[in-house]
Each structure stands twice: as C-alpha cells, then as structure tokens.
C-alpha cells in the first residue's frame, strides 16, 4: 500500500449532510458519482445548490461517469494533523462531462510525485459511515 492510499483512510473532517449536498456525499454507496444537473439549460453545477446559477432553473442529481482528469494540484508534505500521513496530493479535477466542471479532492493509490496536469482519473470513494468522499485514482496498470 502507498503512502497515498494509507491517506485515504486516514480520519477526516467530515461534511455535515443536508438536502442541498446529500446525493454528492453518499453517492458512492451505489458507486455513484452524482453532480448537480440543471435539465433547463444542460449544464452540470458544482459545488451543489439548489437553483441554477445560469438560469435559476431547479436542479437534479444524475450520476456521472467518474472519469475526469488533473486541472491542478499540490502535494502536501506538512503534517497538519499527526494522525494523517503526509504527503497527500490535493487537486482540482476536471470531470469529463462539461468543461469547467471541477472538483477539488485528493488523488490516491500512487505515488504524490507522479501526479500531473492533465493525468487521466478515475472516481473511487472513501466510506466513512454514511458518507463516501470522492477520491480520484490513476488507471490502474496490470
Ligand atoms: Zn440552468
């Protein structure tokens, strides 16, 4: 096990669940990445809200493919909190359904120096009770 998967078990500052975000967070006891969808205009709206910001039409959760790939990251080599072990890679990840569609995550199951813009990614979740963080991984060789 890499150092980076050992993060993604690692404890974590868990979101509070409410109607708004709900779907996002435990999507992923389905398997399921969901994002906020805006049948109006077809687009994808992240963070979650509950109304459009294009054109204030309501918004639904669908499921998403969970590919996408590295806009940006960081590699974290301080230890903020002794019981998580560093380095951890912070990145933004552009999902592969709109462009533009980003969300900020952890990529895991490599190793941090590896980690590029434009890697390809895939969605994996990390189950905490009833909440599963989105996690993004590499393609898997072998
Ligand atoms: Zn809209």
Redesign the pocket.
Known sequence: MTSSAAFAQAPRILPRLDDATDPYWTGGATGELRIAH??????Y?HPPRP???????P?EFVAVSGDGVVFTHTVNHQAFRPDVPSPYVIALVELAEQPGLRIITNIVDCEPDSVYSGMPVHVRFDAHDAVFVPVFTPPQSG
């Open positions: 805006c049948a109006a205009c077809d687009r709206v109304d459009c910001p294009h054109c204030a039409g918004v």
